[in-house]
């Protein structure tokens, strides 16, 4: 059975940045496909960047040019490194893949 555990989040000032990790246990991240989300309080879960089963990267509007989105192999995690982090960041932050969900990482950015 495969799980993801996400970890790194934080509280952070704004301008600051945060690293985030999603590290798969039962299974090996043979396919890039993954996809992180985060859910503000009050908030529908947005998808905030992805990589592709083709290795094509992804991000919404709102973190272009802010986040990235990478692999770790060689530790079978995925990361999403966060930098210029804005109050509106703030959230519960979950890695997806393999139709599995991780229980999140929270994210505060304080202004």
């Known amino acids: 059975q495969v799980q993801l555990v996400e970890s790194g989040g934080g509280l952070v000032q704004a301008g600051g940045s945060l690293r985030l990790s999603c590290r798969a246990s039962?299974?090996?991240?043979?396919?890039?496909?993954v996809a992180w989300y985060r859910q503000a309080p009050g908030k529908e879960r947005e998808k905030v960047a992805e990589?592709?089963?083709?290795?094509?990267?992804n991000y919404a509007d709102s973190v272009l040019g802010r986040f990235t989105i990478g692999t770790d192999n060689a530790r079978n995690s995925r990361w999403l490194q966060m930098n210029g982090l804005r109050p509106e960041d703030t959230g519960v932050y979950y890695c997806?893949?393999?139709?599995?969900w991780g229980q999140g990482t929270q994210v505060t950015v304080s202004s």
């Open positions: 990589i592709t089963h083709e290795g094509k990267k």
């Open positions: 039962g299974r090996q991240f043979t396919t890039n496909a």
């Open positions: 997806f893949a393999w139709i599995t």
